[in-house]
């Protein structure tokens, strides 16, 4: 998975965003000011950085100008949505822009979009005995290619996405089959249940009570 | 009807009128003096005649003539022939009876003019003395002439009546227009303020009572686009307010529901769990500060205050009381000095602005540094003062200092929990004490800020 700095002044903020980074599996690196971006970069390469715009001392557009050279994709987050800066971070480079209050989903599904078109996103999953691969799209059990509908390699990516946080058959159904689809949520269960009997996970793919369904892989 | 309209309208009729009524009234008397005078002239001339027929009756008595009707005829006559010349008509009756009659062609060529003139006459008849009573002269004098001289000056009157109206209407429409040129300045200029453009002003150097106007109209448009920007001033700073509440809210809010989130919905372990559970705490107690610091400045804004007579020392036990373990706490020490015994004012608000102060100057201090707290007396005014000699601010900062929710250094001041609203409610403390604060601040030299209050001891 990808190495990722976030530079927030507001340290709650910032730990929540890392601990959400954690746990879908990336890494990650703090940083509480624009002027210590610079060395920090200097120091270890990060694949993509979460930027906040109101920084003290160099603030986030400052930052972009400085960190140009080492074309590295930056997510700007801000509290202030006027068009005008998200101009200007647009101008600056940037590849996506969020305002606060954010949701985490949202965050991490921009995450995973900017990584994408970067080609760092993570090619492949392991886990237990199961291979995902994500390019080709196949999945392998003991080695044995397991054959899915897209529908459900869908679902199966979404999972692996946001592993770790419970996600709604709502929003499941928003993720994997697209914000127009009309089904009911009894079509997520389903398609749940066709997983976990096609990959054995009937314990990784956890339900949670009154709220959806969770894919639980060790931090 | 336009006003320039009405006066125009007025004037005309007035001199009109009152031109026309003075000639007619002239006319009449000159009319009445030129017949009394015409009365007279042929009065006596009838007299003259009469007396001149008298003596040549006397005399031809005299020489023994008898009266008869043809010598009175042939007396008359020649009297007759030779008046008739002079325009005159006489006639002679005897008891009534005429004798002589007016002889036809008084003037001869003239029959229609006199026939239209016939009433235009004036007759006069009076007997001769004695002792020719039984005889009676008539006189008759035609007066057409003066009949005709004042239809003439009818006439005239009727045509200068028509030359000098239009020739008013022409002066007074020009005149009226020049007049009321000012109006029409001043009504083009409200029109334009109408608008909103409320930096117009009326153009007008004359000293007459639209000169006047004009100077009151444009000191009013001043003070009105000196409201309209003030007010526009406070709306900008309401709308600053507005938008930094609106980030103030939404950064701990952003936190607490994304912390809320985690806790609920995802898959981590007891450590994590107890700092997400934290961070929520500590962004609640965030936002309830900054409600009630919102909720006081609105308290101090509504509610007229009592002042009282404050003990300077039990303030600063008070003060002392709540800052002393947060100072020590951060390495610092606390100093208080007065030199006055009290202050007029409300205690408590008092010691929440010397809290606030307080508050402000801890995290911009170093370790083992002194915060100062004085009280003391300065041309007549108490003063309360909090001295630091931390990083100080620039002048813009300073300058900045009192608005709501600004920090001269975000992310410090934040990570204690400040709302950004300390100065802004000491502002508030000192305007409902009618007092003032003063700031003085360099970068590098630490920050005071002062309380100035009116009324001492």
Redesign the interface.
């Known amino acids: 998975m990808a190495h990722i700095l976030v530079v927030e002044?507001?340290?709650?903020?910032n730990?929540?965003i890392t601990?959400?980074l954690k746990?879908v599996g990336h890494t990650y690196a703090k940083a509480?000011?624009g002027s210590e971006v610079a060395d920090m970069l200097e120091k270890e390469r990060a694949d993509l950085i979460l930027l906040d715009v109101?920084?003290?001392g160099l603030d986030g557009f400052g930052v972009m100008e400085q960190i140009a050279p080492l074309r590295i994709p930056v997510i700007l987050i801000t509290?202030?949505g006027a068009l005008s800066d998200r101009i200007r971070g647009f101008e600056l480079g940037a590849d996506d822009y969020i305002i606060?209050?954010?949701?985490?989903l949202e965050l991490l599904a921009r995450i995973n979009v900017v990584l994408r078109r970067n080609e760092q996103a993570a090619s492949a999953f392991v886990c237990d005995r199961v291979e995902v691969r994500f390019t080709e799209r196949q999945v392998w059990v003991d080695q044995l290619l397991v054959d899915l509908t897209a529908r459900e390699f869908e679902l199966l990516e979404v999972l692996i996405r946001n592993r770790?946080?419970?996600?709604s058959r709502e929003k499941l159904l928003e993720l994997a089959w697209g914000y127009d689809y009309a089904g009911d949520t009894r079509t997520v269960d389903v398609h749940i249940r066709q997983l976990r009997k096609k990959l054995g996970w009937e314990e990784r793919i956890?339900t949670?009570f009154k709220?959806g369904y969770?894919l639980?892989v060790q931090v | 009807m336009r006003f320039w309209h009405k006066i125009l309208l007025a004037v005309l009729v007035l001199f009109i009128a009152a031109l026309d009524v003075s000639v007619v009234m002239v006319l009449k008397k000159s009319w009445q003096l030129n017949m009394a005078s015409e009365r007279k002239r042929a009065a006596s001339e009838q007299l003259l005649i009469t007396n001149s027929i008298y003596e040549n009756l006397e005399s031809n008595r005299f020489r023994g003539m008898s009266l008869n009707p043809e010598l009175l005829v042939s007396v008359t006559q020649s009297y007759g022939q030779h008046y008739r010349k002079q325009g005159i008509g006489l006639e002679l009756r005897e008891n009534g009876r005429l004798l002589y009659p007016i002889e036809d062609g008084v003037s001869p060529g003239q029959e229609e003019t006199r026939a239209a003139q016939e009433e235009h006459i004036m007759t006069l008849a009076m007997p001769l003395p004695a002792p020719y009573q039984h005889l009676e002269l008539v006189y008759k004098r035609d007066i057409s002439g003066l009949y005709a001289q004042q239809e003439e000056l009818n006439r005239f009157f009727v045509m200068i009546n028509w030359i000098v109206g239009p020739l008013l209407v022409v002066l007074l429409y020009l005149l009226i227009r020049h007049l009321t040129k000012p109006l029409k300045l001043l009504s083009e200029t409200t029109k334009t303020i109408a608008e909103g453009d409320y930096s117009k002003r009326v153009e007008l150097n004359s000293r007459d009572e639209f000169g006047e106007l004009a100077f009151n109209f444009n000191k009013m448009a001043t003070v009105i686009e000196q409201r309209m920007s003030d007010l526009a001033g406070m709306a900008e700073d309401k709308q600053r307010m507005v938008d930094n509440l609106?980030?103030e809210l939404?950064?701990?809010?952003?936190?607490m529901?994304?912390?809320a989130?985690?806790l609920?919905?995802?898959?981590?372990d007891q450590d994590?769990q107890v700092?997400?559970g934290r961070?929520i705490l500590?962004?609640t107690v965030r936002l309830k500060n900054l409600a009630f610091k919102l909720l006081d400045l609105s308290v101090l804004r509504h509610q007229p205050l009592v002042l009282a007579e404050v003990d300077v020392a039990s303030l600063f036990d008070t003060v002392a009381q709540t800052e002393q373990q947060r100072v020590r706490d951060n390495g610092l020490l606390l100093e208080m000095n007065s030199s006055i015994p009290a202050v007029w004012g409300d205690a408590d608000l008092l010691a929440a602005l010397l809290v606030n102060l307080i508050e402000n100057a801890i995290p911009v201090s170093r370790p083992g540094q002194t915060i100062r707290v004085l009280a003391y007396q300065q041309d007549g005014e108490g003063v309360l003062e909090v001295q630091d000699s931390g990083s100080g601010m620039t002048e813009e900062q300073s300058r900045r200092a009192f608005e709501p929710f600004y920090r001269a250094?975000?992310?410090?001041s934040?990570?204690y929990g400040h709302a950004g609203l300390g100065l802004s409610l000491c502002r508030q403390i000192a305007e409902a004490h009618q007092g003032r604060v003063e700031l003085q601040s360099a970068p590098g030299e630490g920050t005071s800020i002062r309380l100035f209050l009116s009324s001492t001891l």
């Not at chain 2, 939404?250 to 936190?255: A, G, K």
């Not at chain 2, 609920?264 to 981590?268: D, R, S």
């Open positions: 002044d507001e340290q709650a903020i730990d929540l601990m959400n746990l509480y000011s109101m920084l003290p509290a202030r606060k209050p954010f949701e985490i770790n946080i419970a996600l956890k949670v709220l969770r639980e | 609106a980030h939404r950064t701990p809010l952003t936190s529901q994304g912390f989130e985690l609920t919905t995802a898959n981590i994590d700092k997400a961070y500590s962004e250094d975000s992310s410090r934040r990570a």
